[in-house]
């Protein structure tokens, strides 16, 4: 129970990608899979008892101002799943980035069924500059996605000075 695999490439495994076995009808609860990547998408295979493992990706953005591409400091990302769920908020540091990444699960797998958390809508903001809204099937890692913020302030005119013949003493 409470299994963590991270960071795993599998290649060239025969069988099976991932397999999980109990004894005795035991119980394997809440295995996790962060980054983990076999060739085979469904090629995770249970043997006895009651199996369940989540399957989640790293996820950091890279916010930018569009009109100099400098990076934005303070920008706020919001990821939502599909059932509309808020899942993650977080500002930027001064790179544009987050300090670390994010864990979205792309599915839960209960033993029979996969409940499909994907795909996440992640929003970009900031005070006085758009907003980038982006829909995301996370199925592999997203590290420095790009997002860009349009300056959305009106610009401001000043009268400096007017000439005579613009006053009409009638």
């Not at 295995?31 to 076999?38: C, D, K, P, Q, R």
Request: charged residues 15%.
């Amino acid at each position: 129970n409470n299994n963590v695999f991270r960071n795993i490439l599998i290649n060239n495994s025969g069988h099976s990608d991932f397999r999980v076995e109990t004894t005795g009808g035991g119980v394997s609860l809440n295995n996790t899979l962060i980054n983990v990547t076999y060739p085979k998408a469904d090629n995770v295979s249970q043997l006895g008892g009651v199996i369940t493992y989540i399957r989640k990706w790293y996820f950091s953005p890279q916010v930018n101002f569009t009109h100099n591409g400098t990076a934005v400091s303070g920008a706020n990302i919001t990821a939502w799943n599909i059932m509309e769920t808020e899942k993650n908020t977080e500002l930027t540091n001064n790179d544009g980035q987050f300090t670390t990444n994010w864990e979205l699960i792309e599915y839960i797998y209960d033993g029979t069924v996969k409940e499909y958390q994907t795909n996440y809508t992640f929003n970009a903001t900031k005070d006085g500059w758009g907003t980038d809204s982006q829909e995301i099937n996370l199925t592999t890692n997203y590290i420095n996605h790009q997002f860009n913020l349009d300056d959305i302030t009106p610009p401001t005119c000043t009268l400096i000075s007017r000439t005579p013949t613009d006053i009409n003493d009638s």
